[in-house]
């Protein structure tokens, strides 16, 4: 079966899009301008957009400053000197008109792509959405898959093709959980949690981050989502669900004391309603014990 989803998208500026992307995207393969699912497509044609919009004033001020200077050069005999001029009517339209146009884009750009990209709002999609329950500690991450019983530490695989349902949360200080080529960073936060919607359109391994300075082991607070087949997505949790060992709040515990990354572990099995225990704060940490 066919998978559909789909993004409303901002409209504005299509002629001048080209142009911008074919200088835009030269080597910045991986990053937000090499987008792999329909919000970072979205979010991609919102920031040409924005920059086309303010272009589109820069490059015609930057012009007319240098003719100005150029035409009103010491040796230009043919330049009017009005020593007595004060007020133009014409000018002061321009002056307020092209400005109030120019906010009137951009706040059209950001109104349309807010709605449309408000992270909680379910793609559209024939295919139900997984649901990934993200919990950030100090100094890695934590993926609980519910539905399927499983968890996972600084290493996400996902079906691609497949929507992306994240509840997010944090251990200690505020994180913000971003992978790039998808779109869409979103804090994590002790005692709430956020929601997320992505979609890996193909498959592959698309590195994520956090984006919020968190302490000594920021820098190492990195993940791979890899988006995979299908078949492979659950060949994937059966070889984790072989693996054993239990997440619980004991072996959370431990994992909530701060260190750095230590590759990727895997747990074959989850307490019912841990995720939940952590985000209202009821699952003892290591900050949290004497």
Known sequence: MRTIYTVSRSRSLHVSIPVLASTALVGCNGGVLDPQGPVGRTERLILLDATAIMLAVIIPVILMAIATAWWFRAGNRRATYLPSWEHSGRIELI???????????????????????????????EVPALDVDVVSVDWRWIFIYPAQG?????????????????????????NSFFVPQLGSQIYAMPGMTTQLNLLAAHPGMYEGMSAQFSGDGFSD?????????????????????????????????????????????????????????????HTPTAAAQP
């Open 150 to 174: 499983i968890a996972s530490v600084n290493d996400l695989h996902v079906p691609a093709g497949v929507p992306l349902h994240f509840r997010i949360t944090s251990t200690t200080v505020m």
């Open 221 to 281: 607070m990195r993940f791979s989502l890899i988006a995979t087949t299908r078949a492979d997505f659950e060949a994937w949790l059966a070889s984790v669900r072989q693996a054993g060992k239990t997440l619980d709040a004991n072996s959370f515990a431990d994992l909530s004391k701060p260190a750095r990354a230590r590759g990727v572990t895997t747990f074959g099995a989850v307490s019912m309603g841990l995720f939940d225990s952590i985000a209202s704060g």
């Open 95 to 125: 002056v307020w008109f092209i400005p109030a146009l120019v906010i009137l884009f951009l706040g059209g750009v950001a109104w349309v792509g807010s709605h449309d990209l408000d992270p909680p709002l379910p793609l559209k999609s």
